[in-house]
């Protein structure tokens, strides 16, 4: 009998959790929504400076401020904690900018021109224009992470893109619609391998992120730190013998970005096994990952957890 009890108590819990979480959750899209619809009926110039006034102040109220402080004490030792709050505070911002964007994402791909768009590179990226052979872009969560897609949309390759969806279903409903455009087929991160696969064996191109933590992945150095790195885009390139594009967005005032190009990244272990050559090639990725994030932290989305717990340490009261 008190099993029964205990188990019906339990299960009431349980029950009325999963209701406050639901709850939660449509009333933050409910707030976002609104948001975004208010956007859509401004300029984009304005609404990116919304966004960033207001999560300049809500983000460092919020529940993740405090990994984000983690997140940059580990990364910048020698930064002060004024320094690092400062950082902090404008990297919300760079978040709050990202959100005002949304809403203006269809049009910035169809209207792309110099005006908000500048390419650097752009023979590494013409010289898979019309050749029907398969190339894995990769970039970081840096500035407005959407961009590069963009352009390789906006350039006229046929481009599968991984996303992880939000926690919120309700939200990541939303932020589908605005990243669900022509010329792009979007793959949620669980299912990324096997579609990943199909895309590039059609001689597509593929675009991955692969700056955040993935658990149970290869341990790889970034920042002087072991942390868990996915080589699978390592791993794609070398499975299909086709190249390896880092691509970088940095900002340059208001809403106009420069998108590089970069050269492919190659393993310099030739004559090595697969594993190993991966591992190598995902090697460079991140320190040429954490070259871009050094010369502006500010820009990283870095509000989750990227290095393993032991390597946070007491963080110095953080």
């Known amino acids: 009998m008190a099993r029964l009890i205990f188990a019906k108590t339990l299960r009431h819990y349980y029950d009325r959790s999963i209701v406050l979480r639901r709850t939660a959750w ?34 460092p109220r919020s529940n993740k401020h405090r990994q984000v402080l ?7 030792p020698d930064k002060g904690a004024a320094e690092l709050a400062t950082i902090a505070r404008e990297l919300w911002g760079n978040i709050g900018t990202v959100l005002g964007e949304y809403p203006h994402l269809r049009r910035t791909i169809h209207v792309q021109t110099t005006e908000r768009v500048e390419i650097e590179g752009r023979e590494h990226l013409d010289h898979y224009l019309g050749q029907k052979r398969p190339v894995v872009f990769v970039t970081a969560h840096l500035v407005n992470w959407e961009i590069p897609a963009s352009t390789i949309i906006f350039s006229g390759l046929p481009l599968t893109a991984v996303y992880g969806p939000l926690q919120n279903p309700y939200l990541d409903r939303l932020l589908y619609g605005f990243r669900n455009v022509k010329g792009v087929h979007l793959i949620k991160k669980a299912d990324s391998i096997r579609l990943l696969y199909q895309a590039l064996g059609k001689g597509h191109a593929v675009i991955i992120l692969p700056d955040q933590r993935v658990d149970g992945s290869k341990s790889v150095p970034f920042f002087g730190h072991d942390a868990q790195t996915t080589d699978s885009p390592a791993r794609l390139a070398l499975r299909f013998d086709c190249d390896l594009v880092p691509v970088h967005v940095e900002p340059l005032g208001g809403t106009r970005f420069r998108v590089t190009f970069h050269p492919p990244i190659q393993s310099t272990e030739k004559a090595a096994t697969v594993h190993v050559q991966a591992l190598d090639m995902t090697r460079q990725l991140n320190t040429l990952f954490e070259t871009w994030i050094r010369e502006r932290p500010q820009n990283w989305l870095c509000t989750k957890r990227r290095w393993p717990k032991q390597a946070y340490g007491n963080d110095a009261g953080f």
Do not use: Q, S
Not at 31 to 44: D, M, S, Y
């Open 26 to 59: 449509l009333l933050e899209a409910a707030l976002v929504g609104t948001f975004w619809r208010g956007c859509a009926l401004l300029p984009v110039e304005w609404t990116a400076r919304l966004g960033r006034r207001m999560m300049t102040v809500l983000g």
């Open 70 to 76: 983690r997140n940059l004490h580990l990364m910048f």
